[in-house]
């Protein structure tokens, strides 16, 4: 891969306990935005939406990624090749499972959200995929979307 993941993570704006996250958010969101956990591919609630709108971080609210750069990768989870702002997202590398991967964290409260693989081909202005889990994200039709 030809970017570089952060090594060290800036402070979360948003830090709460384990015990408090666990109130917030049910036992599948928990293993997957807090312990990283990945959800089955093709059983997402967003992995073939079209809707548009603004998908925003299920932990804290922020926005991460729009419809407008959602494609089909069909890889069996939501793939978008940017995020809505370049500080929406901190990239860290994740040499788990005996592979090297770059982890995609939410910038606001570093929840967990999926990877990000570059050069795979697909025909997107940054032949980039960010292939994140459909728990770990919320979306907000836009007012087009929801009037149809």
């Known amino acids: 891969m030809s970017f570089e993941a952060d090594t060290s993570l800036?402070?979360?704006?948003i830090q709460l306990t384990p015990q408090e996250w666990r109130s917030k958010l049910n036992a599948d969101e928990y293993a997957v935005l807090r312990d990283a956990a990945t959800e089955r591919p093709f059983?997402?609630?967003y992995t073939d939406t079209k809707t548009e709108g603004v998908y925003t971080c299920r932990a804290c609210g922020t926005e991460l990624f729009r419809s407008t750069e959602k494609f089909d990768s069909h890889c069996g989870w939501p793939s978008f090749f940017d995020p809505a702002a370049s500080d929406a997202v901190i990239l860290r590398s994740d040499?788990?499972?005996g592979m090297h991967r770059v982890e995609v964290l939410c910038a606001n409260c570093h929840s967990h959200l999926g990877h990000?693989?570059?050069?795979e081909g697909?025909?997107?202005?940054t032949d980039?995929?960010?292939c994140i889990n459909s728990i770990a994200l919320r979306l907000h039709p836009s007012d087009s979307a929801a009037e149809s």
Do not use: S
């Open 10 to 13: 800036p402070v979360p704006r």
């Open 128 to 130: 980039k995929r960010y």
């Open 95 to 97: 040499d788990a499972l």
């Open 43 to 45: 059983t997402g609630e």
């Open 122 to 125: 697909y025909n997107t202005p």
């Open 116 to 119: 990000v693989f570059e050069g």
